[in-house]
Structures are given as C-alpha cells and as structure tokens.
C-alpha cells in the first residue's frame, strides 16, 4: 500500500458547523503534514507532525486543530471556520528520517459557506 | 523561511527537452532541494531532489549550481502527460517543506 487516503473529497460547512478531515497512511511514515492550497496557489504549509508529535504550527489561526491518535492516522478539526478558509486542504507523509520523498493525498476541497 | 523563485509558465514541443529554472538565493547549507509537479484536482507528485550534486532518476534530471543559489530540472523528452505545474521546493533542517510559486508547464503535440 503506497498510497495516503483522504476524506471525504468533498466538504461543504457553514461557519458554525465543526466538521473533520481525516487523512491515512499504511507505509509505516512518521513524518505527517497538512498543507493548505488556494486556487492556482501552491501549497502553504500548516502543520508538521514527527513521530506523533506535533513538531511545527506555521502560526495557523485556532479554528484548525490537527491531531495524531496514531502512526497511521492523521486529523484535522475544523470550527468557526471563515469563507476564505476554502481551499484545497492537502495531506502528506514522509518516511522520516529514512528519506526525502513527500507522498501526497488527492485532498479535501472545502467550501465554508 | 527558505524560498524559491519561479517563471509562471513555460512552453514546449513534444519529444523536446524542457528546462525548467528555479532561484534560491537564500538556501542554507542543509537546504535540500526538491522538485514535484501537480496536475489538476490531484495532489503534488516527487519528481526528484538533491543536494549538492547532480542527480538523475527515470523521471528527470536535477542540475545545480555550484553555489547552490540555482538549479534546472530537465525533462529529457517532453510528452503530453508532462504538461502539469512543477514546484521547486527546499526542504529545510525543520523537516518543513517549503513550495515556489511555480512553473505551469504546456506540452505543444
């Protein structure tokens, strides 16, 4: 299995609503990532998770709250979430330390409404 | 923050090779670099990275500078299914990976 799972795929939520996007891996990587990408943008960096740990909050505002029940498993919590927080929400995996190489979901495309 | 400059768009011939440039002027001495190319509705794809020296893989090829404030990743023999966007990307000592604002790549038949 070579492959990071997101979902859903799709996502519409109001502003009030708290929903969850889930992303998972079977490679046995302890590096997890959440990257935000609007359109025709290139990814922005969110989160970086190390070992379960989260290792790297690049400032992101408190309505997004990621967590990391387990090796495989990958979450993000979503609250009082704004319309310009409608993006493309991409997660990734590495087999950190091991090696260089990103392994990238489809992605959540979000729409707060 | 390391970052990458880019050209917004590219063009090429079919069966022809692509040269595709990227600037870090501002890279550390740890910076890896890293390419990756994303087609529509689909996330970005490893392409290729390096470090100080040349590399090649099946995909494509990686030059870079000796000074490291530069590099070119080639693609040996264009095709349609190349036509995507391709990011430059340095990965820095944090484990963070940081995306240019990159190339859109258009493969004429």
């Known amino acids: 299995d070579t492959e990071v799972t997101q979902t859903p795929k799709h996502l519409v939520m109001g502003m009030t609503n708290k929903k969850s996007l889930k992303c998972e891996q079977h490679?046995?990587?302890?590096?997890m990532y959440w990257y935000k990408q609007k359109a025709k943008k290139p990814p922005e960096l969110m989160f970086v998770?190390?070992?379960?740990?989260?290792?790297i909050n690049e400032s992101v505002p408190s309505r997004f709250s990621p967590e990391c029940p387990n090796s495989s498993l990958l979450n993000l919590h979503l609250h009082a979430l704004q319309p310009e927080d409608s993006a493309l929400y991409l997660c990734?995996?590495?087999?950190?330390?091991?090696?260089?190489?990103?392994?990238f979901g489809s992605g959540t495309q979000l729409s707060v409404l | 923050d390391a970052k990458t400059t880019q050209p917004n768009s590219m063009e090429s011939n079919e069966e022809e090779p692509v040269h595709l440039p990227c600037n870090h002027s501002?890279?550390?001495?740890?910076?890896?670099i890293h390419w990756y190319r994303q087609l529509p509705s689909q996330g970005p794809e490893y392409v290729i990275h390096g470090l100080t020296s040349n590399v090649n893989n099946r995909m494509a090829s990686l030059a870079i500078a000796e000074d490291r404030k530069s590099s070119t990743l080639i693609l040996h023999r264009a095709t349609l299914r190349d036509a995507a966007v391709y990011y430059c990307?340095?990965?820095?000592?944090?484990?963070?990976?940081?995306f240019g604002s990159g190339t859109k790549l258009n493969v004429k038949p």
């Open positions: 998770y190390s070992y379960e740990k989260l290792s």
């Open positions: 501002t890279i550390s001495g740890t910076d890896y």
């Open positions: 990734a995996s590495r087999p950190y330390p091991l090696s260089e190489k990103l392994f």
């Open positions: 490679m046995g990587h302890r590096a």
């Open positions: 990307i340095l990965r820095d000592n944090f484990n963070k990976f940081y």
